[in-house]
């Protein structure tokens, strides 16, 4: 029997309880003694603002006052428009669409109408709305609504043909209602349908303009509670629009056609027309064009009325994009839109509906587009949008958040930007111009980099909580590209979107630009302010294979497949020549096309383009890289990326192993398998697997609603079936392939078919098994630094390069470059591989060096200068930047640095030189680590992560200490992976849906600048004067004619709505909650201010209580005394 040794237990129970937190060796106790600012009350985590394109968007508002443009969506969600700079976004909670906005005109209110039957009422007097009121109606589903201006009365129509009144100052409803049967004549059979249209009489308040689906419209008498007219047609109606003189009306209808009612006349309407369709020469009936869907009519004082509508196209136009036309006296113009129109409106000079609208821009609500058009210029140009709305213009499929960034950045960038713009836009101003912009503390520079589908990247100034593009970069230009089908390269990996970005570095200070693409091609650029002409693009083709073992692999049939090892020279130090770049690119590469066997060999993805390449200022192509097939095999992916412009190097990685690539002298330096960074002794190295020949990179992207036999056809070989794959912004590149197969096999959900950005996942098509894929080490973090080769280095640090694998290990390459700008460009560059400095749990995410203070070590970068300027000029500029200084040397064998290593579940911190941990901490155990990032906040250095679970974390450094954990969204899918990402100064972002960024901070400070920093949306402006009834209009009566609605609708006139009918919901956005919601100075001020006007108000009562009851003493005290004199004298029997 064995026996039991409490000892073993108690040491168990330590080592558990050192796993879980952050634990130390004894080799790290010297440093205890770094100093730490950063403490848990520096953290909060918030959202900020979101920009972009309203996602799925359904209705759209505007107030003409305060010139604020509202969109609601598909998903309850409300984004508000103002000047440049002035957006808003809120949200409802029930998710529920918006079918109908309506402002409360210069009132800084808004009722928002959704599907689920509710009515809300938005306080937007305050910088972020919130309700106040909501009703939601249980017995009808609502239809339509309609507030008169300067009214406090909301129609409310329904689907049973019912129309309830909603006082929107209580909330309450009105005992008055409009029911159906009685509105359509006593003879009708049938149901009239909803209410899709309700309007008052633009000079009589009293009558009430009801369309019902079926194609009645009724003028209600609000007074005598009885229909006046009914106007009757046999075509559906979809919309109804007034002239402003009160006496005509005009419908649309699912025909096409136009039909135009005089009030006084409902026997048949004065006019029928059919804007797009044929007119027959035998004088019969038009044929039916597809239904108008919306139609306005507006009046001009000096000239024609301008009547716009949507559809009404005719049935033979089969393909043609949506229209909106618009018909101005006898000159019709249609105008094609990009995208369906969802919603439009007219603007006009005047809220008053009874005087001449004087139109002068049309809003058009596109499903990705906002576009607004002039229509007082020839042509009807459309304004340049200054909104940041061309975020989607094609699918993100990447994107890096820099803060803090050189202050000459922005304004370099913003010049070369600025000559790509559009010609051909109205001249006149961005007509929402409404509220006003931030007044925040907080001003440091700010880029966004986004990369797309299409191979463009687009920089954006992202500083002070707005976002404006600043410069766009177009990838695909170095490539050529396939005219037709048949001219399609065969080898490509993917079908759709060859050319987009999925991994990008950036330096800042240098502003070298490095690219890796989906079709295994890195592309390295630099800025410059000068044009250039490029003869021939630099290429440099890179033939990178996974070392074969003698370990046989199954096929898919189960039987042994036999692979012969094959070596590969792993650098040029091997005794192979190394790779040179070559100027005249051709399809097969430096070898042949093909192999022995029939299979792909040496043929790269994409195609360099030939012809010579015109570079506009900006970003100009240094060098392309590219992968190449390798016997059959096409290339893997490149899933890291790193680029220092002080070493003048390159370096990738994949799964097949290594690359670094001097693009000074356009050669390849190293070409590593990943087994091959181990050194041979090391008891980590792990075997590499033996894929099988004809297997599909495992990298490829594809459609997770491929069926049930996509599996099946995915596991053909290359040469029989051609692989397919959806757009890659709905994939997930090679990074996030284990957070896949972690999801899907921890929570077993399926995507909505239905949704077009549906889960991204990796293609199943590769022949290895799981256990292989698994198995299969990638690279996957990259980081130049200069730090200690070895433990026993002595002297100053040296340039080296961290590399972190899936596996969770962490090596260390050694570089040694030639001393002097001259001996740079003509010695090559040494390096050697140090073998490991590191194990984790879970692939590794980053890495980073800090000294002994605990500060981050920056990579060394070289000044920018301009590549195509003067000798004299490129001195110039080097002159104004300096290098940072380099880390200090480690003396008498003491560690002089700290390594920061975090994986997916776990972070460690290595004393450098000795590689001895010093500190560790367990991150998550149930979930993994998708994102993390050491970042500089307020004088400190933590770690920032995401985790799949939606956690988000900081960790101090460097002792590892938690310093925040916010449950902050679930993982719903991989989108948010693929985007996320932190900055400097506690600022964060993601893609919140495939056309909207999301920016959050968790950094207490900003949350409590928040409120100066957000931008207002109302702002005091007086209300236009009504129009001028004149001498005779007001002495005849032909003015236009009030209604008092308060007496009519009130509950002494009306009595009391049906409990049943509604009910109501008192909101969050009361002035109370304002109240204790504000936050910031700019709250605590106004709290004080109310507080002490509060406080005033109760005094100057407590006065005049006081003030009544002295006079009720003194009055009590001079009756007494009078009749004290009264019955002085007097006996008692006389009284």
């Given at each position: 029997?064995?026996k039991?040794?409490?000892r073993k237990?108690l040491?168990?129970l330590?080592a ?5 937190s952050a634990?130390?060796t004894g080799?790290g106790?010297e440093?205890?003694a770094?100093?730490?600012s950063l403490?848990s009350?520096?953290?909060q985590?918030c959202?900020t ?8 968007p359904?209705s759209m508002?505007f107030?003409p006052v ?6 609601g969506?598909l998903?309850?969600?409300?984004r508000l ?6 957006e808003?976004?809120?949200q409802?909670e029930?998710?529920?669409?918006v079918?109908q ?10 009722v928002?109408?959704?599907?689920d039957?509710?009515i ?8 972020i ?12 589903r609502i239809?339509?609504?309609?507030l ?5 009365w ?5 689907e ?5 009144i909603?006082?929107?100052?209580s909330?309450t ?8 049967n009685?509105a ?6 049938t ?9 008052d009489n633009p000079?009589d308040?009293g ?7 079926c194609?009645?419209?009724v003028l209600w ?8 007219c ?6 559906a109606?979809h919309?109804?629009a007034w002239?402003?003189e ?7 209808h ?7 009612w005089n009030i006084?006349t409902p026997?048949?309407?004065?006019q ?7 007119q027959?020469?035998d004088?019969?009936?038009?044929e039916?064009?597809?239904p ?5 009519y ?13 559809g ?10 949506a229209?909106?036309t ?9 105008l094609?839109?990009?995208?369906p ?15 001449f609208?004087e139109?002068y ?6 499903e990705?587009?906002?576009v607004?058009?002039?229509?007082g ?6 304004f340049?949008?200054?909104y940041p709305?061309?975020?989607h ?11 803090d960034c ?6 370099a ?9 559009r010609q ?11 509220g006003n912009?931030?007044?925040?503390t ?6 966004i980099?986004?990369?797309h589908a299409d191979?463009s990247?687009?920089?954006?100034d992202a ?20 005219r037709?089908k048949?001219?399609k ?13 999925q991994?990008?570095?950036w ?13 295994a091609?890195?592309i390295v650029?630099r ?5 250039v002409?490029?003869?021939n693009?630099?290429l440099?083709?890179v033939?990178m294979?996974?070392?074969l073992s003698d370990?046989?692999s199954?096929?898919?049939t189960?039987?042994?497949t036999?692979?012969?090892a ?6 040029p ?7 040179t770049?070559s ?5 097969g ?5 093909s192999?022995?066997?029939?299979h ?7 195609q360099?383009?030939?012809s010579p390449?015109?570079?506009s ?17 096409p290339?893997?992916?490149?899933t890291s990326?790193?680029i220092n412009?002080s070493?003048?190097l390159?370096?990738f ?10 693009y000074l ?5 190293l070409?590593?398998?990943t ?6 002794s090391?008891?980590?190295?792990r075997?590499?697997?033996s894929?099988?020949?004809?297997r599909?990179?495992?990298g490829?992207l594809?459609?997770?609603?491929d069926?049930p036999?996509?599996?099946e056809?995915?596991c053909?070989?290359?040469?029989s079936v ?12 090679n990074?996030f ?13 399926k995507p ?7 889960l991204f996942?990796?293609s ?9 894929r698994?198995s ?5 973090a990259?980081?130049f630094c200069?730090?200690?080769?070895k433990?026993s280095?002595?002297g100053?640090?040296s ?6 694998t899936?596996?969770g ?5 050694a ?5 002097g700008?001259d ?12 073998g490991?400095v590191?194990?984790l749990?879970g692939?590794i ?9 605990g ?14 300027a003067s ?15 380099s880390?200090p040397?480690s ?7 700290f390594?920061?290593l975090?994986?997916?579940?776990q ?6 030189p ?17 994102r ?16 799949a679970n ?7 450094l ?5 310093l925040?954990?916010?449950n902050?969204l679930p993982?719903?899918d991989?989108?948010i ?21 999301q ?6 400070e900003t949350?409590?600048?928040l409120?100066?920093m957000?931008?207002?949306?109302f702002?005091?402006v007086?209300?236009?004067e ?13 003015g ?8 009519l ?6 009595g009391?709505?049906s ?11 009361n ?7 504000a ?9 004080a201010?109310?507080?002490l006007?509060e406080r005033?108000?109760?005094?100057g009562?407590?006065?005049e209580r006081?003030?009544a009851?002295m006079?009720?003493?003194d ?5 007494a ?5 009264k ?9």
């Amino acid at each position: 029997m064995k026996k039991f040794n409490i000892r073993k237990v108690l040491d168990g129970l330590t080592a558990v309880s050192s796993s879980s937190s952050a634990s130390q060796t004894g080799a790290g106790k010297e440093n205890d003694a770094v100093p730490e600012s950063l403490q848990s009350e520096h953290f909060q985590l918030c959202k900020t603002v979101r920009h972009g394109f309203p996602h799925q968007p359904c209705s759209m508002a505007f107030d003409p006052v305060q010139k604020i443009l509202a969109v609601g969506t598909l998903t309850g969600a409300l984004r508000l428009f103002g000047r440049a700079g002035v957006e808003c976004y809120c949200q409802h909670e029930s998710g529920a669409s918006v079918i109908q906005l309506q402002f409360l005109i210069n009132e800084g209110a808004l009722v928002s109408a959704l599907a689920d039957d509710s009515i809300h009422l938005w306080n937007l007097r305050q910088k972020i709305p919130a309700i106040l009121h909501s009703l939601k109606f249980n017995r009808e589903r609502i239809t339509y609504c309609h507030l008169p201006f300067q009214s406090k009365w909301l129609y409310i129509g329904t689907e049973r043909g019912n129309i309830h009144i909603v006082n929107v100052e209580s909330f309450t409803l009105s005992g008055y209602v409009i029911m159906w049967n009685k509105a359509i004549e006593l003879s009708t059979k049938t149901h009239p349908g909803p209410v899709v249209h309700i309007s008052d009489n633009p000079m009589d308040e009293g009558k009430l303009l009801i369309g019902f689906e079926c194609g009645v419209v009724v003028l209600w008498d609000l007074k005598s509670k009885k229909a006046d007219c009914r106007y009757n047609y046999d075509e559906a109606i979809h919309s109804v629009a007034w002239h402003h003189e009160g006496k005509q009306f005009l419908c649309s209808h699912s025909d096409g056609t136009l039909t135009t009612w005089n009030i006084r006349t409902p026997a048949k309407p004065t006019q029928i027309i059919t804007p797009h369709g044929k007119q027959p020469k035998d004088g019969k009936k038009p044929e039916p064009c597809k239904p108008i869907l919306k139609v306005e009519y507006k009046t001009t004082r000096a000239g024609d009325p301008f009547m716009v509508l949507s559809g009404g196209l005719s049935y033979d136009t089969v393909g043609r994009r949506a229209c909106l036309t618009v018909m101005h006296g006898k000159s019709t113009a249609v105008l094609e839109m990009d995208f369906p129109i969802v919603d439009f409106l007219t603007l006009c000079e005047t809220p008053y509906p009874n005087d001449f609208q004087e139109p002068y821009a049309v809003v058009v609500l596109l499903e990705r587009d906002l576009v607004v058009i002039d229509l007082g210029q020839i042509g009807y140009p459309i304004f340049e949008s200054p909104y940041p709305l061309s975020i989607h213009e094609s699918p993100v499929t990447c994107c890096e958040y820099f803060a803090d960034c050189p202050a000459e950045l922005i304004p370099a960038l913003y010049s070369v930007g600025s000559r790509q713009k559009r010609q051909g836009y109205s001249k006149k101003d961005w007509p929402i111009s409404g509220g006003n912009w931030g007044q925040g503390t907080e001003s440091y520079p700010e880029i966004i980099i986004t990369g797309h589908a299409d191979g463009s990247i687009k920089f954006w100034d992202a500083s002070a909580l707005m976002l404006q593009v600043l410069y766009k970069l177009k990838t695909a230009k170095v490539f050529e590209r396939a005219r037709g089908k048949e001219e399609k390269a065969n080898a490509d990996i993917v079908d759709e979107d060859p050319f987009a970005i999925q991994t990008l570095c950036w330096c800042p200070e240098s502003r070298m630009l490095c690219v890796a693409g989906v079709s295994a091609h890195v592309i390295v650029y630099r800025f410059s302010k000068q044009e250039v002409a490029t003869a021939n693009v630099q290429l440099l083709e890179v033939r990178m294979q996974c070392e074969l073992s003698d370990v046989d692999s199954p096929d898919a049939t189960g039987e042994q497949t036999p692979t012969q090892a094959s070596s590969l020279p792993s650098s040029p130090q091997d005794g192979e020549p190394p790779a040179t770049a070559s100027t005249q690119p051709s399809a097969g590469g430096n070898g042949s096309n093909s192999s022995a066997d029939g299979h792909r060999d040496n043929i790269p993805c994409l195609q360099v383009r030939s012809s010579p390449l015109k570079q506009s200022p900006g970003y100009q192509v240094e060098l392309v890289v590219q992968l190449v097939w390798v016997s059959g095999e096409p290339p893997q992916q490149i899933t890291s990326l790193a680029i220092n412009s002080s070493y003048g190097l390159v370096v990738f990685g994949n799964s097949n192993g290594l690359a670094v690539v001097d693009y000074l002298q356009k050669t390849l330096l190293l070409n590593l398998g990943t087994s091959e960074l181990y050194s041979p002794s090391e008891p980590n190295q792990r075997q590499p697997c033996s894929p099988r020949k004809a297997r599909q990179p495992s990298g490829a992207l594809c459609d997770s609603n491929d069926g049930p036999n996509a599996a099946e056809e995915r596991c053909k070989s290359p040469n029989s079936v051609k692989y397919k794959s959806r757009r890659f912004s709905k994939t997930v590149a090679n990074d996030f392939a284990r957070m896949s197969r972690k999801i899907s096999s921890s929570n077993d959900q399926k995507p909505n078919p239905d949704s077009k950005d549906v889960l991204f996942s990796r293609s199943r098509s590769s022949s290895m098994t799981s256990v292989d894929r698994e198995s299969r080490e990638a690279v996957c973090a990259l980081c130049f630094c200069e730090t200690f080769p070895k433990k026993s280095s002595e002297g100053a640090p040296s340039p080296c390069v961290l590399v972190g694998t899936t596996q969770g290990s962490v090596m260390l390459v050694a570089l040694s470059l030639p001393h002097g700008d001259d001996h740079r460009l003509m010695q090559p560059v040494g390096i050697s591989s140090c073998g490991t400095v590191a194990r984790l749990k879970g692939g590794i995410l980053t890495m980073a060096l800090l000294d002994a203070a605990g500060a981050v070590l920056p990579a060394s970068y070289e000044p920018w200068y301009d590549p195509n300027a003067s000798d004299e000029e490129q001195e110039k500029e080097k002159s104004r930047w300096r290098r940072p200084a380099s880390p200090p040397s480690s003396q008498e064998g003491h560690d002089s640095q700290f390594a920061v290593l975090c994986s997916e579940k776990q972070a460690k911190v290595l004393a450098m030189p000795s590689q001895t941990r010093v500190y560790k901490h367990s991150i998550t155990e149930s979930s993994f680590v998708l994102r993390a990032d050491v970042v500089q906040m307020g004088g400190g250095n933590c770690i920032a992560c995401l985790c799949a679970n939606g956690h988000i974390m900081t960790l101090s450094l460097p002792s590892l200490r938690p310093l925040l954990d916010v449950n902050y969204l679930p993982l719903t899918d991989m989108r948010i992976a693929r985007t996320f990402c932190f900055s400097n100064l506690g600022q964060a972002l993601y893609l919140t849906s495939p056309t909207e960024v999301q920016r959050i901070t968790y950094s207490q400070e900003t949350c409590d600048n928040l409120q100066e920093m957000l931008s207002e949306l109302f702002t005091p402006v007086e209300t236009p004067e009504a129009p001028n009834k004149g001498f005779f209009k007001g002495l005849f009566g032909g003015g236009a004619q009030s209604l008092d609605r308060e007496d009519l609708f009130g509950e002494t006139a009306s009595g009391k709505a049906s409990r049943s009918l509604a009910q109501h919901i008192p909101g969050p956005g009361n002035m109370e909650g304002m109240k204790g919601a504000a936050s910031g100075v700019v709250g605590d001020l106004a709290r004080a201010r109310v507080a002490l006007d509060e406080r005033g108000q109760k005094l100057g009562e407590l006065e005049e209580r006081t003030a009544a009851m002295m006079a009720s003493a003194d009055s009590f005290s001079k009756h007494a005394h009078d009749m004290m004199l009264k019955y002085k004298d007097k006996k008692w029997y006389q009284l």
